[in-house]
C-alpha cells in the first residue's frame, strides 16, 4: 500500500483545549505508519511554536515538548503561515522547532497535493 500525503493543519492555541496535543499525536500516529504527513501552523495555531512552554504550570502536558518528537517520527515537513506569524509579531528565532514560512499561495498549493487534511 502507498504512502499517503497527509497535512495536519493546526490552527488552535497549545492551551486553549486538547487539541493541539491531540492533533500532535494523531501525526505522531500517522508517522509510525509510514505515511507522508506534513505539519502547517496557521493563525493562533503558531503559538504551538513558541519556545519555553511550560504546560505544566497550568497542569497540561507542554505541547512543545509532543512537538520535539516529530522529526523521530520523520515528520519533518513543518510549515508556519507567514502572515500569522507576522500578525502575531513572532520571528523565527522565536520558535522551539525549525519550521518554512509559507505564503498564502504556498499553503494553497500545498493544501492541494495532499490526500487528506486533518484541520484542528
Known sequence: MDAKHILYLLRKSPYSSSNAVEALDSALVAG???Q????????????????????AAIERRTVGNVMQALPQYD????????????????????????VKPLSLEEQRKLITRQDA???D
Not at 515528520?75 to 525549525?98: H, K, P, Y
Open 32 to 34: 509510525v505508519f509510514e
Open 36 to 55: 507522508n504527513v506534513s505539519v502547517l501552523f496557521k493563525d493562533d495555531g503558531v503559538w504551538q511554536l513558541l519556545d519555553g512552554q511550560r504546560g
Open 75 to 98: 515528520i519533518e515537513q513543518l510549515f508556519a503561515c507567514e502572515v500569522s506569524l507576522n500578525e502575531r509579531g513572532l520571528q523565527l528565532e522565536d520558535l522551539a522547532l525549525t
Open 117 to 119: 487534511v486533518v484541520n
